[in-house]
């Protein structure tokens, strides 16, 4: 027969691990279960390093030897950022875009980055044949004969598209445009805030003398904006301009597209500036690359003069939308 004392004993432990059980341990009011548990949470995201993205439109002009030298002063400043990733806005090879004009005038000069560039056709590629184009670059110029592209890098995600041919609604670019924005807010849905930039060669907006002649990119960049895209980078004018950000309307708005314009690889010549758009928000008649410094949430930009390697219209902590 057990012990009477003993059994008493061991209700009373008992008795006392239940209640420790339902009181969590303590004297406070009942722990109350997580109604919403989360048994695998999202990791936080790492930071992305500062991408450096460097580039300029209307580069490699040969028909002298002073045009030479403002290809070679433009592709000496990309010498020193050898981790940059380098974009063209078009009109890469003058006169024509010919094979002989890629080999020897792009391929010395702005060629010895071709491994790390993402180039866009201009309006010199189309004057014989876009076909020495395609040719040279390879994959990185995109389909051949279409010239459109998306990448990504880091937190960017990039749309080099093609000015001279059709991009109205209903051609084929703008669908491939539209698949690709819809895929872009698919992923920035999931993932959270995206940048976005995209690099044409005709500008929209220019203080240049090309002023009022691009509407053919409207359609784009009405698409651009409605999905919240940041940034836009045109050639074509030889010059540097900065313009606020606007509506597709070129209305300022402050969840607008920033639009640069830097046709100024080293093509001859430069060109001057007409009456100054109320949007424009910078410009430079001089030789040189933009620069910009990409981060998880926005970038800076500078434009850097081939002579002096003086830096000019730095902008620094711009936020993406």
Known sequence: MKNPSRVGASLAVLAVLVAAACTGGSSGSPVTPN??????????PTPTPPITFVGAGDIADCATVASA???E???????????????TAG?????????????N???????????????????????ISVEPYFDYFGERAGP?????????????????????????????????LR????????????????CALAIWHHPLFTSGPSAGSNALMLPVWRALYNYGVDVVVNGHDHNYERF?????????????????????GGALDLYDFGPILRISAAHLKAYGVLRFTLRDAGWDSVFIQATGEAMFDLITGNLCH
């Open 35 to 44: 109604p919403n548990p989360n048994p695998n949470p999202q990791p936080i």
């Open 69 to 71: 030298a403002n290809a």
């Open 73 to 87: 002063a433009t592709a000496r400043l990309i010498d020193r950022m050898s981790d940059a990733v380098v974009f």
């Open 91 to 103: 009109d890469n090879a003058y006169f024509n875009g010919t094979a002989a004009e890629f080999s």
């Open 105 to 127: 005038c792009y391929g010395p000069r702005w060629g010895r980055f071709r491994g790390r560039t993402y180039p866009t056709a201009g309006n010199h590629e189309y004057t």
């Open 144 to 176: 051949r004969g279409a010239g459109y592209y998306s990448y990504d890098l880091g937190n960017w995600h990039i749309i080099a598209l093609n000015s001279n041919i059709p991009a109205g609604d209903g051609s084929a670019q703008m669908m491939w």
């Open 179 to 194: 698949s690709d924005l819809e895929e872009m807010k698919r992923r920035q849905d999931f993932s959270g805030a995206r």
């Open 244 to 264: 606020e950000a606007v509506d597709p309307t070129g209305r300022p708005d402050p969840v607008g597209i920033r639009e640069y314009i830097a046709g100024t």
